[in-house]
């Protein structure tokens, strides 16, 4: 069973999932990073342009997903080096340090909750987030064009590539077309007509909106939504 809450870190959210049986799973893109614990191990899982698929084992899992943009500082690594990966959290920091942090979890009550304590202890030594990003996540997520929204900013189209694929794992074209299909399924689940649902997320037809559902998540909309169900 899936579980989340919001974090006490502001715009992350902590979670946990036990499988209630065997079989792969599909992970939709959103934009995020997540700092994630599996056995006993810490890992990290980067941006992803696509579904990840799970591999269907019934172990349990657990997880902070941070804010679009905001977990590159904690980790100390460019988003767009993780892109579409799942890493072990000692390739990227030190096995000793990995090996204290990691026993420190897993002596917590719940390893949502010691993540989330690893969490909030890496914020407090990094650099606050940056402003301009999450005004970039805002307008993208409310359908704002890319251009506009580095006119806005003040920054050339070329920066704005720059810092997203330092920040999100790809450009603000890539992180607008992830969010405007999260929107888009939103409306879908709760009922509205598919037709409506693209007009309303800013897709070009009904057409345009199944194109994309199956390039990013992988199936049909209609089974996508069967699935979930």
Known sequence: MYVERASRLAGAVVW??????????????????????????????????????????????????????????????????????R?????????AEVRRLAAR????PDPASGLEDLALRQAAGADPPDPLLRHVVTALDAGRPVAAIADELGLGARQLHRRSLSAFGYGAKTLARILRLRRALALARAGLPFADTAARTGYADQA???????????????????RRG
Do not use: K
């Open 16 to 85: 946990s999932n036990v499988p209630e049986r065997d079989g792969a799973a599909r992970v939709l893109p959103d934009g995020c990073m997540d700092l994630l614990w599996h056995e006993g191990r810490l890992l990290v899982a980067g941006p992803d342009t696509h579904a990840h698929v799970t591999d269907g084992e019934d172990s349990a899992w657990a997880g902070v997903r941070f804010y679009p943009g905001t977990a590159p500082a904690l980790l100390g690594v460019p988003a767009h080096e993780l892109r579409d990966r």
């Open 208 to 226: 345009h909106l199944a194109r994309d559902v199956r390039e990013l998540a992988g199936l049909p909309l209609g089974e996508l939504l069967a």
């Open 105 to 108: 979890v897993n002596a917590a």
């Open 87 to 95: 890493v072990e959290l000692a390739d990227l920091w030190p096995a």
